[in-house]
């Protein structure tokens, strides 16, 4: 089981800044890939942005340009750069790993951490 810890959550008024943390229990080089994603109160929880063992990165429309995914592997850590902050950032963020296992991907969630962009 990947068991994964999130930190760097908070509050920010528009236009500012934050950093997420992921550290995972193993290599992250490892893994089919990791994201984050996120879900705001009575909506659907929606990929963030992913990044694949690869290093090949994927973003929603909404996030491109403003957010920027990465993985330290000695860390086993992926980060998550959110810059320009708007108030409908405001979600609770959750990291993922997908672990491939014979022919199925399994997913791992981390706790969810909250960001609130104020307005």
């Known amino acids: 089981q990947v068991q994964l810890v999130e930190s760097g959550g908070g509050s920010v008024q528009p236009g500012g800044s934050l950093i997420l943390s992921c550290a995972s229990s193993?290599?992250?080089?490892?893994?089919?890939?990791m994201g984050w994603y996120r879900q705001a109160p009575g909506k659907q929880r929606d990929m963030v942005a992913s990044?694949?063992?690869?290093?090949?990165?994927n973003y929603a429309d909404s996030v491109k340009g403003r957010f920027t995914i990465s993985g330290d592997n000695a860390k086993n850590t992926v980060y998550l750069q959110m810059n320009s902050l708007k108030p409908e950032d405001t979600a609770v963020y959750y990291c993922?790993?997908?672990?491939?296992?014979?022919?199925?991907?399994?997913?791992?969630w981390g706790q969810g951490t909250q960001v609130t962009v104020s307005s």
């Open positions: 993922n790993a997908q672990v491939r296992r014979s022919q199925t991907i399994n997913f791992y």
């Open positions: 990044i694949t063992g690869g290093g090949s990165t």
């Open positions: 193993g290599s992250i080089s490892s893994l089919y890939a």
